[in-house]
């Protein structure tokens, strides 16, 4: 007999990850900061030699491909996060209460949905002023939005994941990162794949990362979304169909 | 439903190689406190993890509050109240937070979470700390407001595992005024503890555990009996008289129980209850022995395993207990 997943239980507590989130604020550093950063290390360093010369058009190229590669980034924290935050007593708690097993890692994750839209509104805004426009219209840039924070939130589950099997929050960061960077610069993000190598296509292909990004970039942009749009989603499902259930069965085990 | 409100039979438990638990047998009526006591590593901490569902055991059976731990844990969820060994609260959060956390995942609706919050706050006295993040309590305070998290729901069965280890003389009397006051609405407390005069104080029953077995389980009055009500250790002042001291003491000793020596020139004997002490005193003068030691006191735990299983607890200890 199982007690039922109930949703307000999952949002007492991803109130909980957002106290502690607000009480430490440098977590924020890589969903503002690092966005920033990036945009304008690759706008004015790769712009002018990838783009004949022009860095707004790199930057118009550059943008919603830089959204995917900073969702996939600031996943990392989550599974550091609730790698260190499962060793803490309260966890014994959680465990004790007649709630569904599940409550506490939905409850992260849902808290960090606040941490997606920081980096959609900052990438957006420090974007703009930079001079990207967008081509389409305002409900095209939501639903390109939503579907990065739709993507973020499958992808979280990886590294919460990874978060709940390795031993220490250090060894969580090594392996996302070794998981992270070959998706995000293993795709159309920086360079159309044209000039790659046909093994390296192959894979940019196939990288989630590569849809959402293409995805993103005809909702901003123009052209066509419908086969982007619909690969973005399966990954979604993919990934949470894959992840879930497996941190879910590592969570348990930790106990 | 039985009036036990925990029934655990042959619960056995092993981490790898360590066999935590090797078949324990718990049992406490509704209403009362079982005391489990045990030196560290004796199983305690496993029994109770067990018996509160946060681990299965390999075998053996449990009910709380009359539910299958294994087939049931929702029911035994609803029931209970766990106080950990180390403090199970949230650093980053308030009291108040994480009182009103706990209310509403026990489905209590958000103004009803906040009136229990306050009304727990205050009883254990953390009403002025409320709204400070628990990271900056004191040992005691945190303890405190873990105590407080555990009783939120109105739970009708308590674990308390080492609720005052590291806790000062007069913390821990307050809480056991808690548990105290616990029975007295009518919950169950199992606690488990080190020291022999807390289950004294605080238990109906006792079992002792180590070695992950029950090595005994009586009243607090049967277990002192077997093992001999009180001690009574004396040291003479001239170490010639030693063995004239010996012999007066042996004659006050409980029936047939032989003198123990310390190995520093102190002797011990069992005594039945402190009456016999004006009687020591009248025969040490009538034998001209002066001692500058005279005490008595409660058998240590050490002696409490000494006198059950004959060989000193610290002989041979089990591998440091897992707690996670």
Known sequence: ?255 | MTDLAIEATGLTKSFGKTKALAGVDLAARTGTVLGVLGPNGAGKTTAVRILATLLRADSGTALVHGFDVRTQPDKVRQSIGLTGQFASVDDDLTGTQNLVMIGQLLDLPKKAARARAAELLDWFDLTEAANQQAKNYSGGMRRRLDLAASLVGRPSVVFLDEPTTGLDPAKREDMWDVVRSLVSDGSTVLLTTQYLEEADALADEITVIDHGKVIAHDTPYGLKRVVGGQRLTAHPLDPARYDDLVTVLSGIAVDGRAPEADGRGSVTVQVDSDEVLPDVVARLRAAAIGVDELSLHLPSLDEVFFTLTGTRSGDSRAPEEVLS
């Open chain 1, 1 to 255: 007999m199982k007690k039922r997943f109930s949703p307000r239980h999952a949002l007492v507590l991803a109130k909980r990850n957002m106290t502690k989130m607000v009480r430490t604020p440098e977590q924020f550093l890589d969903v503002t900061l690092q966005p920033v950063i990036f945009l304008l290390l690759f706008t004015y360093i790769f712009g002018g030699a990838l783009a004949g010369g022009s860095q707004h058009s790199y930057l118009e190229f550059l943008l919603p491909g830089m959204l995917g590669q900073t969702i996939a980034m600031s996943s990392v924290a989550i599974g550091q996060n609730m790698n260190t935050d499962i060793a803490k007593g309260v966890f014994d708690r959680f465990r004790s209460l007649p709630i569904a097993r599940s409550v506490p890692l939905v409850g992260a994750v849902l808290a960090d949905f606040t941490r997606y839209a920081i980096v959609c509104v900052v990438t957006m805004a420090f974007g703009y002023l930079l001079g990207f426009r967008i081509a389409t219209d305002p409900l095209k840039l939501l639903a390109a939005l939503g579907l990065a924070v739709c993507f973020a939130l499958s992808f979280a589950w990886v590294s919460v994941f990874v978060g709940m099997t390795v031993r220490s929050a250090g060894a969580v960061q090594g392996i996302m990162i070794l998981f992270v960077l070959p998706l995000s610069f293993g795709s159309n993000t920086f360079v159309r794949p044209a000039t790659m190598p046909g093994w390296l296509q192959a894979f940019v292909n196939v990288n989630p990362l590569s849809h959402l990004v293409s995805a993103v970039r005809g909702l901003m942009l123009g052209g066509p979304v419908g086969s982007p749009v619909g690969w973005t989603l399966a990954w979604c499902a993919g990934l949470l169909v894959v992840f879930f259930p497996l941190a879910l069965r590592a969570y348990i085990r930790r106990a």
